[in-house]
């Protein structure tokens, strides 16, 4: 079984940058993998979702233009690069990695199957 640990997060103002990141115990090459994102009080959101090769990307219409996410298989790490962050996008971050090779239900947190424990994302204004 996979653990995946998250880690970058913190307290930043409107406009700045953070990178997270997530480190996998085993080889994130064999994940279909995303980033989801849980604010006080609300649902789960869907950020991002990324390949297994990570030719392909999936970023959610509310994030686009803003995150890049992207993975480096050789170091069994998936990144999220957030730019012009916004107090909006204050939540707890987590990974995730789903066994399929692919999922057209990428946005659907029921899609994955191991989970990090998250980071707290903090923006300002």
């Known amino acids: 079984q996979v653990q995946l640990v998250e880690s970058g997060g913190g307290l930043v103002q409107a406009g700045d940058s953070l990178r997270l990141s997530c480190a996998a115990s085993g080889r994130t090459s064999s994940y279909f993998m995303g980033w989801f994102r849980q604010a006080p009080g609300k649902y789960r959101e869907f950020v991002a979702a990324?390949?297994?090769?990570?030719?392909?990307?999936f970023p959610a219409d509310s994030v686009k233009g803003r995150f890049t996410i992207s993975r480096d298989n050789a170091k069994n790490t998936m990144y999220l690069q957030m730019n012009s962050l916004k107090p909006e996008d204050t939540a707890v971050y987590y990974c995730a990695g789903s066994l399929q090779e692919y999922t057209g239900r990428y946005f659907d947190g029921n899609e994955y199957d191991y989970w990090g424990q998250g980071t707290q994302v903090t923006v300002s204004s």
């Open positions: 990324i390949s297994r090769s990570g030719g392909n990307t």
